[in-house]
């Protein structure tokens, strides 16, 4: 494959029937955060067929990393995730999961065939010794949970060294909001912040006949859910990101029966570390409006990754990959949301950004991900094998020059 740049284009169109293979077998075994057992076994023996990559097994739980390396030369690394989610899926596809409650409902199998697909086409490359450096391939385990300290899969692979010697790191998340062929990219923030708070209003409970003998917490509720339906509109600035969603209400065993408590359990999500900080002295200030009506109250928050930050020289490198590939994409500059990718614990390590591949089916309702009926466009595999080998091999051949340092440096951190 020395031929026109659009040879990796050409060798990951050879590979789609493949891609679509795996990503159906993926598909029909998910298994969710640190289970991940099958499904790095199976990773582990596809790589190991290529004959090329060194492996690591069982990285930050089940993780796989696999180093390829000739000569001097920058580190890229490329990154899929995965877990499934513990959705009943109803899809309708011809290979739906065989394990019940499981379902890759987020497209990590997807990411995974994808990675696989440019593990191949990287093997090739290296093989005509056009390259000069390494890849590392992080199949990452648990990217939709933490585990009891609060990590995900990303943070515990870092704890582990995974992006020692890394120059910079690409990852894809498909995208089903777009069809196939559009890949949305930001430069800087994409993907926000994720804190839970798990609150607990403290009242007196009594009979419902004498609530003042009692200090009811279902009524010390309504303040505290207005104050916090009220902190992103009245507290937060209207050119800044952030939401505050209260997705889980519990109190009370009978019609006429006062509880003791009400349990209150929400999101945050932010763009900027100093909103992210506001955010939480405000969920804390909306509980303690109890106390001045006689009740108390005690809060927990649980912080999980930091918001997704792209850096613009990574995504100029996606931009410049894609225009040595076919007119088949199209670009679309916009941040992904406000959902939370733990990607972001290694963009804030090393310069790295993701790329949102547009995968929407044609011929079906949209569905978002984490639903049971989502699906994908298999035809998005092929781009995203090109754009991540295509984007890698451009930094090992030196036409994208790492803008700081020489070849081995990093691009600058947004
Ligand atoms: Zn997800
Ligand atoms: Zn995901």
Known sequence: MTGPKSAVHSAAQGLQEEMRAWR?????????????????????????????????????????????????????????????????????????????????ACGHDGHMAMLLGAADILTQLFAEGSLAGGVRLIFQPAEEAADAQGRTGAARMLEEGVLEGVSLALALHVNPYEPTGVVQLADGYAMASVDTFEGVIVGRGGHGAYPDLAVDPIWLLAPVLTALHGIVSRRVSPLETAVVTVGRVAGGTAPNVIPAEVTLEGTMRAYDPRIRALLETEVERAFSLVRSLGGDYRLRFIHESPALRNAPDVNRLYVQALSALP????????????????????????????AFLGCRPEGRPPAGLHTPEFDLDERCLPIGAALLAESARQVLTGEFPLPSGPRGGAVSHA
Request: aromatic letters at 6%.
């Open 327 to 354: 007119k088949e994409t199209r670009i679309h500059l916009a941040p992904f949301g406000l959902g939370g990718e733990d990607f972001a614990f290694i963009a804030e390590a090393v310069p790295a950004a993701m």
């Open 24 to 104: 159906r077998h993926l598909h029909a075994r998910p298994e969710v955060a640190f289970e991940e057992h099958e499904t790095s076994d199976f990773i582990a023996a596809q790589l190991e067929r290529l004959g090329a990559f060194q492996l690591r097994r069982g990285v930050g739980g089940t993780g796989v990393v696999a180093d390829l390396r000739r000569g001097a030369g920058p580190l890229v690394a490329l990154r899929a995730d995965m877990d499934a989610l513990p959705i009943e899926e109803r899809s309708g596809v011809a290979f739906p999961s065989q394990h019940p409650g499981r379902m890759h």
